[in-house]
Structure formats: C-alpha cells, structure tokens
C-alpha cells in the first residue's frame, strides 16, 4: 500500500472518529438505570446525559427534558460538556490541515513544508482522541464507583450507557487514523532531496588533452 493510500485511509478514520465523538456528545445515553435488587422490573428507564435526562417508558413513549441550570451541573457533566465541543471545533482545523497538506491535493508544493503541515493534522487529531478520552474515562470511573458503592441506594445506582461506547471507539479511531497519518507522512521521502551529482565540463589544456583533474 502507497503512502498516500495510507494516509487518505488515516484521515478517513480521523473524520469517522470525528463525527462519532460529536454523536456520541449529542446522544443522552451516557449513563442509564440499573436494573438490580428492586429494580429488576420497573415501568421506565432513565437516560442521563451531558444536555438532557430522558424517561422512556415502556409503552415506547419517551420524554426529555433539558438541564435548567449548567453551573449546576456536576464537573464531570461540565467537562463532558466542554471537551467534545473543543473536540469538535479542533476535528475540523486537522481535517482541513491534513487536507491541504495530503499527498491528493495540490494547495501546496511538495516539499519538507506539505509534510510538516500534514503531520501537524495528524497531530490535532491524535490531541482529539487525548481530550476526548478525559472525560469518557471519568463518567466510566463515577459510574462503577457509585455502582459497586453500598451506601448508594439501588434506586440511583446506574450503569454506563451506549454513548460512552461510542465515545470509546471515536476515540480509537481518531488516534489511530492521527497515527497513521504522522507515520506516513515522517517516512515518505521528499522527491525533491535527492542529491544533485556536478559534474564539472571538461576543457582541454593547451596541449590538446583533458585536463586530469576535470576526473576526480
């Protein structure tokens, strides 16, 4: 596989663990009910998420209802709010970075500088998956933390939700797809670095030979 079938791949998955982290930040399943001890049949779960909580019944019918205060909030919901946003904005600058500097496009020279910028989206994308992963991992930790807690009633226990699943595989995506990107690009070779062999012209000397040194 050519280097640049490599690095249109990398930003493939890139772009695919983009736009799961956006999902996965829309969805409200961040954590749902448990179904433990008493709760084992109940009428409606309970969807939590980082914009709304939702009630879906078991006739179907669901309702939700947005979060009316966010200094409210707790941290983890509030860094689960800023994160993905970050994430989102700096998804698109290392689209369109590794955009202009992929070996398909013409916006720049090839040369040591369309490597560098390439590498540079490769780069934001890997800091994508880093940031992403934050608060993905501490939801996870409250979530088993609280569950596994005795003094928390089984009525408030929850368990983790499809959305962080979905932010887990973004997340492997977008780092994989920045790491494919970067390697490609640090082991393509500049077509323009090749060493330029001189040879210089021969001239012959007075008496009608080539001078020795036009040899060496």
């Not at 008493?38 to 980082?50: D, F, K, S, Y």
Request: hydrophobic fraction near 45%; charged fraction near 10%.
């Amino acid at each position: 596989m050519t280097s640049a079938a490599v690095e249109i791949l990398g930003l493939g998955l890139g772009i695919l663990g983009w736009v799961g982290v956006i999902l996965a930040c829309g969805l409200p399943m961040w954590q749902v009910s448990a179904f433990i001890d008493v709760n084992i049949v109940v009428a409606q779960t309970i969807w939590e998420g980082l914009w709304m909580n939702c009630v879906v019944q078991s006739t179907g019918q669901m309702q939700c209802k947005v979060y009316d205060s966010i200094l409210a909030l707790p941290p983890e919901v509030q860094a689960g709010r800023a994160l993905p946003v970050v994430v989102a904005l700096l998804g698109r600058v290392a689209l369109m970075v590794t955009v202009v500097g992929a070996q398909c496009t013409n916006c720049v020279r090839p040369g040591k500088m369309k490597s560098r910028i390439v590498i540079a989206g490769g780069a934001i994308y890997i800091l994508c998956g880093v940031l992403v992963l934050v608060p993905l991992c501490w939801f996870a930790n409250i979530v088993i933390s609280d569950f596994y807690d005795p003094t928390v009633p089984p009525s408030q226990k929850r368990e983790m939700g499809a959305a962080l699943y979905i932010g887990w595989a973004a997340t492997a995506l977008l780092l994989f797809g920045g790491c494919l990107i970067c390697c490609c690009s640090c082991s393509q070779r500049d077509e323009t670095s090749f060493p330029v062999k001189y040879s210089a012209p021969r001239r012959p000397t007075s008496n009608g030979e080539y001078d020795k040194k036009n040899y060496v």
